[in-house]
């Protein structure tokens, strides 16, 4: 029972393009959002989240947006950089739980 | 600021032999974890302690066994080593409130042959 979903495996962009990194969730308790970041041989890095309570929130290069109504979340990246290539992790809390429920991930590499 | 340390990086046990996995951490951090990630997977949680003295399960406890007898140190037991418990160890901590993220140290690769 996958509560966390991240249907694409992998996503190949262009420098300098737009990337979008996509995550669903089935677990209408879920009220925080976050995305990590992870290198090969390091462990996750934080890198944005969301309260249910709002639809976008934007760090930078980095714009999250939350769909409630369609359980649905995304990543925006812009403009992708090739230090950016890593694999994106989704993740999410609900209710009085305390415990992160991630997905699968998303490798995302950027061409040059 | 050293954040959150595991040990060892890597590790080949043979089946039946046991092993401890530490994780310490510096920034005062109630909450700890433990996870493994398996290849093309997520991270699963293990276990996990709200604070020193306490702990419960996760969802793949089997195998395992943690104790949390300070609030720097949370380490994870292996007993009977199983070749399915061959994974990435993750250790991870966080502050108070769940908007706080969880910090993650570099893990311990681990096999069982």
């Known amino acids: 029972d996958q509560q966390v979903k991240q249907n694409s495996p992998s996503l190949s962009v262009q420098e300098g393009r737009i990337s979008i990194l996509n995550c669903d969730y089935t677990?209408?308790?879920?009220?925080?959002f976050l995305w990590y970041k992870k290198y090969p041989a390091e462990g996750p890095t934080f890198l944005i989240s969301i309260s249910s309570i709002k639809d976008k929130n934007e760090d930078g290069r980095f714009t999250v947006f939350l769909n409630k109504s369609a359980k649905h979340l995304s990543l925006h990246i812009v403009p992708s950089q090739p230090g950016d290539s890593a694999v994106y992790f989704c993740a999410a809390y609900g209710g009085a739980t305390n415990k992160l429920i991630f997905g699968t991930g998303t490798l995302l590499a950027v061409q040059p | 600021n050293a954040g959150v340390t595991q040990t060892p990086k890597f590790r080949i046990l043979k089946i039946g032999q046991s092993m401890t996995l530490q994780c310490t951490q510096d920034m005062n951090h109630n909450y700890m974890y433990w996870y493994r990630q398996d290849p093309g997977m997520g991270l699963k949680l293990i276990y996990y302690?709200?604070?020193?003295?306490?702990?419960d399960k996760g969802e793949v406890p089997n195998g395992y066994n943690v104790s949390r007898s300070t609030t720097e140190d949370f380490p994870l037991r292996l007993e009977l080593a199983a070749p399915s418990q061959t994974s990435v160890y993750f250790c991870?901590?966080?502050?108070?409130?769940?908007?706080?993220?969880?910090?993650f140290g570099d893990g311990t690769r681990l096999s069982i042959l």
């Open positions: 302690s709200v604070g020193a003295g306490i702990t």
């Open positions: 991870a901590s966080r502050g108070g409130t769940a908007d706080q993220p969880q910090h």
């Open positions: 677990n209408s308790m879920f009220d925080y």
